[in-house]
């Protein structure tokens, strides 16, 4: 039996109809679709099915049980597709991407280990416009199955650096022009008091230590998120959010002043 994640062939494994859907639109390298043969093939799936062949990916009409079989998640909705290669990229092609774009936001993530936290932030960042983002590839959550569904289909389409040591990719991206911002409970300032200029890396911790002192220590800067009631942390997908569209708030208000 192969791996939920991953074949002998090294193909990695998205399920669920959005997430396939978006693998083919954004031409990602899929080898073959499998659908239930038991789903009726209307909707996303039709429009699955017909983008695929359109593409010349071979589509598959399987036993469902198979498909619960390779699932990680439980919820495959009737169809998987199987990708040539881990969409990663190396941060030095993300750097490169960033300078094509006008204003470029990337997000950190330090020790996320839950993975639909990791495909909420993803899907956040893509939604706001971001070049893309940057995880450890050691004691974090990778990409998954899991982080495919949880994003939308979104990490398809955003750019994901994996580093090994994410304190030396923060002094990349400052040596690119990054101005690098962590998020943390104890800062003294508030984001809304910060400069979140683009080019604009922000840094979110992972569930229960945040970001790590060697990371923090590299930042530009250190900002709070305000909270008024007992909880003193913010899940790491909500504090990633509050911050990526505070940047995009920030962008739209100079665009409407500049047209006055």
Same mark, same amino acid.
């Given at each position: 039996?192969?791996?939920?994640?991953?074949?002998?062939?090294?193909?990695?494994?998205?399920?669920?109809?959005?997430?396939? #859907?978006?693998?083919? #639109?954004?031409?990602?390298?899929?080898?073959?679709?499998?659908?239930?043969?038991?789903?009726?093939? &209307?909707?996303?799936?039709?429009?699955?099915?017909?983008?695929?062949?359109? *593409?010349?990916? $071979?589509?598959?009409?399987?036993?469902?049980?198979?498909?619960?079989? @390779?699932?990680?998640?439980?919820?495959?909705?009737?169809?998987?597709?199987?990708?040539?290669?881990? $969409?990663?990229?190396?941060?030095?092609? !993300?750097?490169?991407?960033?300078?094509?774009?006008?204003?470029? %936001? @990337? &997000?950190?993530?330090?020790?996320?280990?839950?993975?639909?936290? !990791?495909?909420?932030?993803?899907?956040?960042?893509?939604?706001?416009?971001?070049?893309?983002?940057?995880?450890?590839? #050691? *004691?974090?959550?990778?990409?998954?199955?899991?982080?495919?569904?949880?994003?939308?289909?979104?990490?398809?389409?955003?750019?994901? /650096?994996?580093?090994?040591?994410?304190? *030396?990719? &923060?002094?990349? !991206? *400052?040596?690119?022009?990054?101005?690098?911002?962590? /998020?943390? $409970?104890?800062?003294?300032?508030?984001?809304?008091?910060?400069?979140?200029?683009?080019?604009? /890396?922000?840094?979110?911790?992972?569930?229960?230590?945040?970001?790590?002192? !060697?990371?923090?220590?590299?930042?530009?800067?250190?900002?709070? %998120?305000?909270?008024?009631?007992?909880?003193?942390?913010?899940?790491?997908?909500?504090?990633?959010? %509050?911050?990526?569209?505070?940047?995009? #708030?920030?962008?739209?208000?100079?665009?409407?002043?500049?047209?006055?």
């Amino acid at each position: 039996m192969t791996s939920p994640e991953r074949a002998g062939d090294g193909s990695f494994l998205v399920e669920g109809r959005n997430p396939v #859907r978006e693998a083919l #639109r954004a031409g990602q390298p899929v080898r073959k679709v499998q659908v239930s043969r038991t789903a009726r093939v &209307v909707g996303t799936l039709a429009e699955i099915v017909r983008e695929a062949r359109s *593409r010349g990916v $071979p589509v598959q009409f399987v036993d469902p049980h198979h498909l619960d079989a @390779v699932s990680a998640t439980g919820a495959h909705q009737g169809v998987v597709a199987w990708l040539g290669v881990r $969409p990663l990229v190396e941060l030095d092609e !993300l750097v490169e991407r960033a300078r094509k774009v006008r204003h470029p %936001i @990337v &997000v950190v993530l330090d020790g996320v280990e839950d993975p639909r936290n !990791l495909g909420a932030v993803l899907r956040t960042a893509e939604a706001v416009g971001a070049v893309g983002a940057v995880i450890p590839t #050691r *004691r974090a959550a990778g990409l998954s199955p899991a982080v495919a569904k949880a994003s939308a289909g979104a990490v398809m389409h955003l750019p994901v /650096a994996g580093v090994v040591n994410l304190a *030396r990719a &923060v002094e990349v !991206l *400052r040596q690119a022009g990054f101005r690098v911002v962590a /998020a943390d $409970p104890s800062a003294a300032r508030a984001y809304d008091e910060a400069d979140l200029d683009p080019p604009v /890396a922000l840094v979110v911790g992972g569930e229960g230590r945040g970001v790590r002192r !060697l990371v923090r220590e590299r930042c530009d800067e250190v900002v709070r %998120i305000p909270m008024k009631g007992k909880v003193q942390s913010l899940n790491a997908s909500v504090a990633a959010g %509050i911050l990526l569209y505070e940047v995009a #708030r920030r962008l739209r208000a100079r665009e409407r002043e500049s047209l006055r």
